[in-house]
């Protein structure tokens, strides 16, 4: 990495306010990661491993073991405020985007203009990055995000890097069962919690929760599309009317179901955001005329 020093010749009087939002500055995106892995690691920085081991038709020829490059980065107290800072972002700040009700995230968003090279910043040429670590509450994983050239009318790290960032980490956490300890306890204890789930297609519910061994309860009422709701040891579904020709109630359903039900009642759909249907712009009951545009916002 390269951070200009005070006797350097190319000190000047713009350059540590320049440092402080990471211009004048020089630093790869594998030695970015380096400094955050050593937050997440309680101040202990260690060098960057890529190959575990060598080895030739099944024989061992070297192992690689973990380098310690600095024990501490600086003191304990420090690394809490930076980390308590870096919770905020996510929780309060610019990447609220990357807010998960399941494990909390610590990271920084990261917006650049690039020089061209000798022609400097006139073309707008940007790099969005994300960097960070998660579970915050108990770090397991780091992980940086850079987009190269994104878009001119989004080359924000937040709404560029940070939906990738997110995608990744919910992919590593729904697939590691040491992360999550309400789904380890239902591997030993008979009293665990039912996960939560979206309303939609009763049949597929059903499948999903036999498949992992949990009851459903069916109101005698249910149709093919159901509301659920989790009880202490089971999951119960309860009819959702879907009348013919009225515009349908899609809040709490995922975006397949959701575009499955108002496609077919000849409305054209137009999303915001990912996850729930939160709101739709037409209120459902209403009769659904041809080719009419309803906006849905997920979270």
């Known amino acids: 990495p390269v951070l200009i020093d005070v006797n350097s010749d190319a000190w000047s009087g713009t350059t540590l306010p320049s440092m402080a939002i990471g211009y004048s500055t020089r630093f790869s995106p594998l030695q970015i990661l380096t400094l955050y892995n050593a937050v997440a690691n309680k101040g202990k920085m260690v060098k960057p491993l890529l190959v575990k081991e060598i080895s030739d038709k099944g024989k061992l020829i070297k192992r690689f073991s973990t380098e310690v490059l600095e024990e501490e980065i600086c003191s304990?107290?420090?690394?809490?405020?930076?980390?308590?800072?870096?919770v905020g972002v996510v929780e309060n700040g610019t990447a609220q985007i990357l807010k998960s009700a399941e494990f909390k995230i610590a990271g920084k968003t990261g917006t650049a203009k690039v020089a061209d090279k000798d022609k400097g910043y006139g073309k707008r040429i940007y790099r969005a990055s994300f960097a960070g670590y998660f579970p915050a509450d108990n770090p397991k994983?780091?992980?940086?995000v850079v987009v190269s050239e994104p878009t001119r009318f989004d080359y924000?790290?937040?709404?560029?890097?940070?939906?990738?960032?997110?995608?990744?980490?919910?992919?590593?956490?729904?697939?590691?069962?040491?992360?999550?300890e309400?789904?380890?306890?239902?591997?030993?204890?008979?009293n665990s919690r039912v996960p939560y789930s979206k309303h939609g297609?009763?049949?597929?519910?059903?499948?999903?929760?036999?498949?992992?061994?949990?009851e459903t309860e069916i109101s005698e009422s249910a149709s093919d599309w159901v509301v659920s709701s989790t009880n202490q040891e089971s999951v119960s579904l309860q009819n959702r009317k879907i009348i013919s020709n009225l515009v349908p109630n899609v809040i709490g359903m995922g975006l397949r179901d959701a575009i499955y039900l108002l496609e077919n009642s000849g409305l054209n759909v137009i999303t915001e955001g990912r996850g729930v249907v939160k709101e739709q712009s037409i209120t459902p009951g209403q009769a659904s005329r041809g080719n009419q545009k309803?906006?849905?916002?997920?979270?």
């Open 294 to 299: 309803i906006y849905l916002k997920l979270s």
């Open 141 to 144: 994983y780091s992980c940086i």
């Open 182 to 190: 309400e789904l380890a306890d239902m591997e030993s204890k008979a």
């Open 201 to 214: 297609y009763k049949k597929d519910l059903v499948k999903v929760f036999e498949g992992i061994g949990v």
């Open 156 to 180: 924000y790290g937040a709404s560029v890097a940070g939906p990738i960032f997110k995608e990744i980490a919910n992919k590593i956490f729904s697939r590691s069962m040491e992360l999550h």
């Open 76 to 86: 304990e107290s420090t690394i809490e405020k930076v980390h308590e800072m870096l």
